[in-house]
């Protein structure tokens, strides 16, 4: 039987030159890690560090992000869900204003994101409201598409393992939610990568390091460094 990660083996083989690049997934699935594996793969075959750029979402350098960032030490400063779906948008919004995004892409940089917000509100505020209207608040801005979005995918035990093996103490509120949230956290992420079939890999999380890093780069370099 073809398995969930299988079947998405086309979208990976698929020819292009994806230079736009997102990891996602709940906490404690290795997105970090992930990413600076691939950092290092892509030096590794000719990639100069000075065509790598990264983000992480929250951004620290944009003032939503900053406030995001403050939100997640007390759960209880937000009384509506909607005000942080708004506040990632905008941390997206002048993100994109801040690079010359356009112009990166045209000279073949990389561009690697930790989490995207219109996949994070996706799986986050779909909490509280529906996916459709989560896509008709987000759809409406003229957001840069990504060109590849791994998702992470690990069980919800995999995930709380991983989160209290780590040698940092990370105070975000997501982390201390219930199992049955973490599940259907993970459904909401599922659902997202096989309804956005054109640019959406599901990755099986529970793999090493290494065996991820190898599906991402034959997915990221397919067409050749340029």
Known sequence: MTTIYESQQSVIERSGDPHYIVIEGPDGVGKTTLIKALQDGLQR???THDRIFTVSFPSKVTTPGRIIREIFTDIEFIRNPRTMLYLMLADLTEWESSLPIH???AD???I?????????NFAYQGEAYAPEAIHSIQYRQQFIEPH???ILDAPPDVQEQRIQERSEK???MFEKKSARYQERLRQRYLGYALSNPHNCVLLDATQSIPELLDTVLMSVLRGGVQ
């Open 103 to 105: 112009d990166l892409l």
């Open 170 to 172: 990370r105070n975000v």
């Open 108 to 110: 073949k940089a990389y």
């Open 45 to 47: 075959y000719g990639v």
């Open 112 to 120: 690697i994101a930790d989490r995207h917000p219109l996949v994070s």
């Open 148 to 150: 590849r979005i791994f």
